[in-house]
């Protein structure tokens, strides 16, 4: 059960209700001074268990980079400012190695912290999984925190740009407040998990955040530009998407700013498909659109379309071997994930989840392939609600 992973102070989940916070914590404490952790440090030297949350700058610069770190410790809030010049972090990770961790959404910035410096929780209670596995159709934390405390978060600070120093009072307000609520939501949906019987589902559901997240994120491969609809082009389609998409990547890196902002997947696949169509040039460049800020980009956007529509196909990087798990199903075994989806949907209904939760797609399709699959493909939980339904009893 999920109780024997939490600090002994954590126990109250069990027997009556936490305290609810006040609506917004009394202050908080700024560290973007070299040597100002301390303050931090002594306080996570007498807590096992900390709410974290991480502010990025995912979309403002081509690298996304940790901006600001969240940390409730007791009633105490403390905001460390990654960015500050000559603020060493080693001394913190060092002290969080231990502790518990309750957070939000946790898969990005779990991944985050480890790209950062290779940091792994011990153990981890994240509210977002909670919410799912009870159900919630709204498990934001934004709706969380409104339907359980009547407390709005700003919307300006999910989409702010967190690199830029000095970061206002009003973004401050909003970090801190992102965790100080994050433990007595914890509580209330730990009782309603118990009550539900799916404690043990949380504690593996945390588990596997925490190993997918010590993955960190995919590292980039010659075969990024092989987008969306690319696997239904054949000939100057494919060389011009792979030109136009190096061109973006180029531009974005030299404008430090996301790809997205310089054009979307969308508008690549519809020169490319234009392209394979066999229109010209200059035929497809009357129909991009790249907007004020990125006028000045068409010409370069025009040379490389032009080289991508001078290139051999044959000259492509080839695509990687097939992946075995992705061959394609008999018509048996087809028949089979249909089977195994219709009782996994059944089951979502009955417990009220979605029922992705239960298996996905991709996990359908490898567990029709081999059923015997099944306990290496889903964790216990998951496997205790499919291994006996009727499907998969017939395929034994």
């Not at 960015?83 to 060092?94: D, I, K, N, Q, Y």
């Not at 159900?135 to 740009?161: C, I, M, P, T, Y």
């Not at 955040?209 to 054949?234: K, N």
């Not at 190096?246 to 996301?258: F, G, I, M, V, Y």
């Amino acid at each position: 059960m999920i109780s024997r992973l939490l600090p002994s102070p954590l126990r109250r989940l069990f027997g009556a209700p936490a305290t609810p916070p006040t609506p917004r914590p009394a202050s908080y404490l700024l560290l973007d001074q070299p040597g100002s952790l301390g303050p931090l440090l002594t306080a996570l030297g007498r807590v096992n268990e900390v709410s974290l949350d991480t502010e990025a700058d995912n979309m403002y610069h081509y690298k996304t980079r940790v901006c600001l770190l969240q940390f409730l410790v007791g009633q105490e809030v403390f905001l460390v400012d990654v960015l500050a010049p000559g603020l060493a972090l080693s001394p913190l990770w060092e002290a969080l190695a231990d502790k518990h961790l309750v957070m939000h959404g946790s898969d990005f910035d779990l991944r985050l912290l480890h790209d950062l410096c290779r940091f792994q929780p011990r153990s981890l209670f994240d509210t977002m999984l909670a919410a799912q596995l009870l159900g919630r159709e709204r498990f934001g934390l934004a709706s969380l925190l409104e339907q359980h405390f009547g407390v709005a978060l700003d919307k300006d600070g999910q989409k702010a740009n967190w690199s830029k120093r000095p970061i206002t009072r009003k973004l401050l307000d909003y970090a801190a407040l992102d965790v100080w609520h994050l433990p007595a939501l914890r509580d209330i949906l730990s009782r309603e998990l118990k009550k539900l019987g799916r404690l043990e589902w949380l504690e593996q559901q945390c588990r596997a955040q925490i190993a997918s997240g010590a993955e960190g994120f995919a590292p980039a491969t010659e075969h990024d530009w092989r987008i969306g609809r690319s696997e239904r082009l054949r000939g100057p389609g494919l060389t011009v998407l792979h030109a136009i998409w190096h061109w973006r990547e180029q531009q974005a890196r030299r404008l430090d700013t996301p790809p997205f902002k310089v054009c979307g997947n969308a508008l690549l696949l519809k020169i490319a498909e234009a392209a394979e169509a066999g229109e010209t040039g200059p035929a497809i460049l009357a129909q991009v659109h790249l907007g004020k800020r990125h006028e000045r980009l068409v010409g370069s956007l025009s040379a490389a379309l032009q080289a991508g529509l001078e290139r051999d196909p044959q000259t492509l990087p080839r695509r990687p071997g097939r992946d075995p798990n992705h061959v394609s199903l008999t018509q048996a075994q087809v028949e089979l994930q249909d089977r195994i989806k219709a009782d996994r949907d059944r089951i979502a209904q009955q417990l009220r989840i979605e029922a992705t939760l239960i298996a996905n797609r991709a996990q359908l399709g490898r567990i029709a392939r081999d059923p015997r699959q099944l306990p290496e493909l889903l964790l216990p939980w998951q496997v205790a609600l499919l291994r006996d339904q009727p499907s998969l009893k017939a395929a034994s």
